[in-house]
């Protein structure tokens, strides 16, 4: 049930409330047949005021007078929640578009999501899983309706026009997502972001065989092939079916509390140099180091006790939410 939907049924609910009281009030205090006291009921709350249909005992006048308070404000509050609803429906789309783009506006290191297919839509969930800002960019009215729907910012526009990402904050924005059907929108979209705002993080969807490769000359960080990864992985389910069973459990199936995140090292942070052992993670936060990924690229799996951490190294680590916050504010070192 709609916002506007529930309020006229409230709005339903309040008149015939209000017409039920009078009308039995009426027929209860002074033994008005049920006509009269329903159309003395509705004269009251409308305010017409023909006038007693009959003679009304003082007990009558008594209940009268607060049905008069009680009626007449409701009536009023039924014609606002009217009047607003008929103002929504009519001005809707435009209230709507000038919310949006008042919160994209505000938007500060986001993610943008070009493309609201299967894929776009993937990533938007798990981008809103996270809880991290996005807005998603589609050229289809359909799609960027039910991408609000789902509780999303949504942009109806071409993706692939530097004024669309413009206005939806290109500049300051941290990653974008190309997930449009074509690779030559995708590529054109990855052009734009990157002469627009050469420091952002682009994962782009790549179709054709070929293309992975030109989108990486382009400028893309991260380049995945739907097709190449789901026919890997389904070989991989036959032939190792416990290593998939455990990548899924990592990526997707932890649990709402569980997290695989990747934490930076800052340069002032008091940690650096320390080894994974000095910092007892396991023992205090109850934090597992997984992998650390080297200032220089460099990744180590499963890295020995003794290893070092410097500035700018990432640690893949594996936790509670909570857990991974607090070291996350240990690594961040001093504001």
């Known amino acids: 049930m709609n916002r506007l939907t529930r309020r006229l049924l409230l709005t339903l609910l309040s008149i015939g409330a209000t017409l039920a009281i009078g009308t039995v009030g009426f027929t209860v205090i002074d033994h008005y047949p049920p006509f009269d006291a329903f159309y003395m009921t509705l004269t009251t709350m409308t305010t017409v005021g023909y006038g007693e249909l009959h003679p009304l005992s003082r007990a009558g006048r008594i209940f009268n007078s607060f049905l008069i308070m009680f009626g007449v404000t409701t009536i009023?509050?039924?014609i606002g929640a009217m009047t607003q609803s008929i103002i929504e429906l009519e001005f809707g789309d435009l209230i709507g578009q000038r919310r949006n783009k008042r919160m994209i506006e505000k938007l500060k290191d986001h993610y943008i999501i070009c493309g609201f297919g299967r894929v776009g839509r993937g990533a938007a969930a798990e981008l809103q899983h996270a809880a991290v800002p996005f807005v998603v960019v589609d050229i289809s009215p359909e799609r960027v309706e039910r991408a609000i729907l789902?509780?999303?910012?949504?942009?109806?526009?071409?993706?692939?026009?530097?004024?669309?990402?413009?206005?939806?904050?290109?500049?300051?924005?941290?990653g974008l997502v190309a997930a449009l059907a074509t690779d030559a929108d995708n590529l054109f979209v990855l052009l734009s972001a990157k002469g627009l705002n050469p420091g952002i993080y682009v994962a782009a969807r790549?179709?054709?065989?070929?293309?992975?490769?030109?989108?990486?000359r382009a400028?893309?960080?991260?380049?995945?092939?739907?097709?190449t990864i789901t026919g890997h992985r389904l070989a991989q389910s036959l032939l190792r079916p416990h290593v998939v069973q455990f990548?899924?459990?990592?990526?997707?199936?932890?649990?709402?509390?569980?997290?695989?995140?990747?934490?930076?090292?800052?340069?002032?942070?008091?940690?650096?140099?320390?080894?994974?052992?000095?910092?007892?993670?396991?023992?205090?936060?109850?934090?597992?180091?997984?992998?650390?990924?080297?200032?220089?690229?460099?990744?180590?799996?499963?890295?020995?006790?003794?290893?070092?951490v410097r500035g700018g190294d990432h640690l893949i680590v594996m936790g509670r939410q909570e857990s991974l916050r607090t070291l996350e504010e240990l690594l961040a070192g001093p504001k």
């Open 247 to 308: 990548l899924d459990f990592t990526t997707k199936d932890i649990g709402e509390d569980i997290s695989l995140e990747q934490v930076r090292v800052a340069e002032s942070s008091q940690m650096i140099s320390k080894s994974i052992k000095d910092m007892q993670l396991g023992r205090d936060l109850g934090v597992i180091v997984m992998a650390i990924r080297n200032r220089d690229g460099h990744m180590v799996f499963n890295p020995p006790a003794d290893t070092a």
């Open 150 to 174: 789902s509780g999303m910012l949504a942009v109806a526009a071409d993706s692939t026009r530097d004024e669309t990402l413009h206005q939806v904050g290109i500049e300051r924005a941290r």
């Open 219 to 227: 400028g893309a960080d991260s380049v995945f092939a739907p097709y």
């Open 206 to 216: 790549a179709a054709e065989e070929g293309a992975e490769e030109k989108m990486r």
């Open 76 to 78: 009023l509050i039924a």
